[in-house]
C-alpha cells in the first residue's frame, strides 16, 4: 500500500466520523458559508500578480516536521504582506499537521485573499466543510479519484461557488480528469512513487492545458529563476510551501523570492523590448 493509499483510507474513516460530529445542517448556518467567493483564478492571472500561492503547511509524510512553531494567522497574514496572490491550509491532520482551525484562522486574518482547502477530497461533505470553514477553493487530485468523481465534485464544487484547482502528475491524468467546472489546473512535480521533484513534469504538459483556466505548477519550486522558467513556458501561477515553511519566518523567504523573481521579471522584459 503506498502513502496515497494509506491517506484515502484513513480520509474514508475521517470523513464518516466528522458527519456523524458534524450534521451538514451544522455546516450551513457557520457564519462562512454565505459568504461570496474570492476567485483564486483571477487573483493569480491579475497583471503584476506574483501568482504565488503560499502554502501553510506544518508537515508532510516524504519530510516529517517541517515547522510546527509559527502561528497560522500571522504567518499568512505575513505572506499576504509579502505578495502572496493567494493562500493555501492544510486541513488533513495526520499525515501533515493540518486542522479545520487553521483554515478558519487563516481566513478571519486574511479575509480579501483567496484561500485554497488543501486536503484530499473524495466526499461532497468536505465541499460543505470548505464551505463553511471560509475557503474559496478546493483541490481535487486526480490520481485519487475516477473521472466520474472529477466531474461530480467540480459541478458541486461550483454549486457552492467553490473554484476547483485539480491536480494532475501526468498527461493520462490530465486527459481523463479535466472537465468545464474545473477553474484552475497544477501540475505536480514530485513523482509520488518516488518522492522526487522535477520541473520537466510541468513543462511537458503546459500547452496540454486548457487557456480557458488558471495554469499552476507545484512543488520543487525554490528560487526565482525556476520561477522565471515556467512562467515564460506559460504558467500563471506557482504553489510554494515547504521552501517558505521550512525557515525559521515563511513570510521573510516569500518577500526574499518575490522581490527576486520581480527583479528579474524585469530584466527580462528590458532585455527583449531592447
Known amino acids: 500500500m503506498t502513502i496515497l493509499d494509506q491517506i484515502i483510507a484513513q480520509k474514508r474513516i475521517e470523513v464518516a466520523q466528522r458527519k456523524e460530529a458534524t450534521p451538514i445542517a451544522v455546516l ?26 503560499a502554502e501553510f503547511k506544518r508537515k508532510s509524510p516524504s519530510k516529517g516536521i517541517i515547522n510546527d512553531k509559527v502561528d497560522v494567522a500571522e504567518t499568512t497574514q505575513g505572506y499576504v504582506r509579502a505578495g502572496a496572490a493567494v493562500l493555501s491550509v492544510l486541513t488533513d491532520e495526520p499525515f501533515f499537521g493540518g486542522t479545520p482551525a487553521d483554515l478558519q484562522a487563516a481566513r478571519l486574518a486574511n ?95 503546459v500547452e496540454r492545458i486548457p487557456d480557458t483556466v488558471a495554469k499552476i505548477t507545484e512543488s520543487g519550486l525554490h528560487d526565482a529563476d525556476t520561477m522565471l522558467t515556467l512562467f515564460r513556458a506559460g ?22 523570492i518575490v522581490t527576486d523573481f520581480t527583479s528579474r521579471m524585469s530584466t527580462s522584459t528590458n532585455l527583449y523590448s531592447s
Not at 450551513?28 to 500561492?53: C, H, N, T, Y
Not at 475516477?146 to 461557488?161: C, G, K, N, R
Not at 513523482?191 to 521533484?197: E, Y
Request: charged share 25%.
Open 28 to 53: 450551513e448556518q457557520m457564519p462562512d458559508f454565505k459568504r461570496i467567493g474570492l476567485s483564486a483564478r483571477d487573483a493569480v492571472q491579475e497583471f503584476r500578480s506574483s501568482g504565488i500561492i
Open 111 to 205: 479575509p480579501s485573499t483567496p484561500i485554497l482547502r488543501k486536503d484530499f477530497v473524495i466526499d461532497r461533505y468536505q465541499l460543505l466543510e470548505a464551505k463553511a470553514w471560509g475557503a474559496d477553493v478546493v483541490l481535487l487530485i486526480a490520481s485519487c479519484l475516477t473521472p466520474d468523481e472529477v466531474a461530480d465534485l467540480s459541478l458541486q464544487a461550483h454549486d457552492l461557488s467553490l473554484q476547483v484547482l485539480l491536480e494532475v502528475h501526468d498527461e493520462e491524468e490530465l486527459d481523463r480528469s479535466f472537465n468545464v467546472n474545473v477553474d484552475l489546473v497544477g501540475v505536480n512535480n514530485r513523482n509520488l512513487k518516488t518522492f522526487t521533484t522535477s520541473i520537466d513534469t510541468s513543462l511537458r504538459l
Open 235 to 256: 504558467f500563471d501561477g506557482f504553489l510554494i510551501g515547504e521552501a517558505f515553511m521550512k525557515t525559521a519566518d515563511p513570510a521573510a523567504a516569500l518577500q526574499h
